[in-house]
Every structure is written in C-alpha cells, then in structure tokens.
C-alpha cells in the first residue's frame, strides 16, 4: 500500500529530491505504529530480562546450598563409615575370642533403633558400646536428614533453571522481534528515535551542576562509578564492568562503593528509602513503569545515568523519560 500511495504521489508532484521521502500522513502514522512496536517490545524484553535475572541469582543461591548440603552430607557419610568400622572392629574382636555378643551382632543391623529396644531387655549391652551405638544412631540421622534436604534443594535449582531458560527465550524472542521492526526505518529514523528520547540533546555530554550535591559520600561513589560506565553497550544479563544491563549498572556501581543492593530492578526498588521525585538527589534510584521493569541512577539536574537497550551504550537521559514508579535512596 505505501508502494502505491508513493507512486501515485510521484507521479502528481514534482521530483522530490534524493533521499527525501514523500510527506505522507499514513506512512508517518505507519512508522509511528512501528515505533510504538518498538518500544513495547523493548519494555517487555526488560521485563522478561529482570525476571531472567532474579530466577538467575536464585539459582546461583540454591547452587551454593547444594554444593554445601552435597559437602556436608559427605562429611557426615565419612563419620558413619567410621562409627560403623568401630563397631565392626569390636565384633571381629568378639568372634577372635570366642563368638559374637549378640548386643555387637545387633549393632551391625540395618536397624539400630530396633536394636537399642532389644538390647534394653536383653541387658548385655556396656555404656560404652551404648554411647558407641548412640552416635551411629544419630549420624544416620542427620546423614537421611541432609540427603533429603540435597535433594529438595535439587529440585527447586532444576525448576529455577527452566524458568531461566525460559525468561532467556522470551527475552531473545522480543529483541529479534524489535531488530526486525527497526530494519523497517530508516537510518534518519532511527536517528530521530534516540533523539526523541533525548529531547534536551545533552546526550553523554552531561555533567551535573555544581550544585547538585548527593545524600551520602556512599551514593557520590556510586554515581561515579556509574558515569565511569558512559558508553560502554548494554547486554541484557550483564552486570559489568564491560557492559550491563538497567539494574546490572546500578547494583555494579554500588558495588563500587561498598554497598550491596539486590541485582533486580524490581528488588531495588525496596532496597532503600523512598522518596519523593522533587526531593531526588544524585545517586538514588531512579525506578520505572509500574511493573518496576528498568532502574536509572539520578545525575541531578534532571538527569539520570542509565543502560537504556540494546543498541544505546550506557548514558545520560532525562529523568521523566517514562513513567517513574518511585525513587529509592539506598
């Protein structure tokens, strides 16, 4: 249709000149649309990132429990082999001289709390051989209890797992999506997007105002750590210091100044105080939509520090940019 339309328009008007396109309403309510593609398709791949990120630190966690449930199972499996090598000790120590007592013979079972029952009738068995006893009993306890735990913990890191893989796909099913749209506009419409979002035309050429004063020496670390990052490109997964996603500049910068936040945007958003957008100072967390899907860093006047999208390095852009749902102070 649009083929049509611009023909139909060529050959009624003069010659436009080269590189210039028709002014045509519907084409430009159509690349409009596509933009307005574009940009939903980017916010829900942040969102499928930030859920990809939380099922990840999840998994990393529930890894870390594993391997210690795994050591520590190890480590008790070691202790019942050995009470159960004592004991075979003093039953072979017992037939060498003349036959097994049968309190030993019990103790070698399969079924010590059944043998302590019995040995309590049978009244054959010393304290120390009971104490001995009492302590296989226990280990193999706590060796069933720390296995059962193993494995449940397993299973809740198998299920994270696919959740990660599942949010990846999502993720990478919208970027490709988003990739395709913005092949349909040209380069000076592609131009004109970033500068539509970037109405003030600063750019990465920001600099906050001598008076724009953090709320803490912590927060000033922070924020120069985040503008340190200006221009380095957005991953989606990546929490630096080469590239980052939204809340993998933020927790990173952080980091930088000794201070640890949730790695999710979404978190973020509680790992602080909240304040008022008209009382933001630099530093603070700048959260937005209401799904809490992307986090910026506030530069002061006017301005935060963000990874945008894929595409657009890490950089300055106006704080009302999107909907802000809250301002957190960490």
């Not at 202790?79 to 004592?86: D, E, Q």
């Not at 006893?133 to 494995?151: C, D, M, V, W």
């Not at 890490?314 to 749902?325: A, E, F, K, L, T």
Request: hydrophobic share 35%; net charge positive; proline share 6%.
């Amino acid at each position: 249709m649009l083929t049509a339309v611009a023909g139909a328009a060529a050959a009624l008007s003069p010659a436009a000149p080269a590189g210039a396109r028709p002014a045509d309403p519907g084409a430009q309510a159509d690349r409009a649309a596509v933009g307005s593609r574009i940009d939903r398709l980017y916010a829900q791949a942040e969102a499928a990132t930030e859920k990809y990120n939380a099922a990840d630190e999840r998994a990393r966690e529930l890894q870390r429990q594993v391997e210690y449930a795994q050591e520590s199972a190890a480590r008790k499996q070691q202790r019942v082999n050995r009470l159960r090598s004592a004991l075979a000790s003093l039953a072979g120590a017992q037939y060498r001289s003349g036959g097994i007592d049968p309190s030993v013979a019990l103790m070698l079972t399969e079924d010590p709390d059944g043998y302590l029952d019995k040995a309590a009738t049978l009244d054959r068995i010393g304290s120390r051989q009971q104490d001995d006893l009492q302590r296989f009993k226990s280990s193999q306890r706590s060796l069933k209890q720390e296995r059962t735990e193993a494995g449940a913990k397993l299973t809740m890191l198998e299920r994270e797992r696919a959740d990660r893989a599942r949010h990846k796909k999502a993720v990478l099913k919208k970027l490709k999506a988003a990739r395709e749209l913005l092949r349909e506009l040209s380069p000076a419409e592609r131009a004109e997007r970033e500068r539509a979002s970037r109405s003030d035309g600063r750019g990465g050429s920001f600099e906050p105002g001598s008076g724009a004063q953090a709320s803490s020496q912590r927060a000033a670390s922070a924020l120069a750590a985040a503008r340190s990052a200006v221009g380095r490109p957005y991953v989606w997964g990546a929490a630096g210091p080469a590239s980052f996603d939204c809340s993998g500049l933020t927790q990173w910068a952080y980091g930088k100044a000794g201070v640890s936040i949730p790695r999710t945007s979404q978190a973020q958003r509680s790992a602080g105080r909240q304040v008022p957008m008209s009382q933001a100072r630099p530093g603070d967390l700048v959260v937005y939509r209401d799904d809490a899907s992307h986090v910026g860093m506030y530069a002061g006047d006017g301005q935060v520090v963000h990874a945008p999208h894929p595409g657009a390095p890490v950089r300055y852009d106006p704080v009302n940019m999107m909907p802000v749902s809250s301002v957190t102070r960490p």
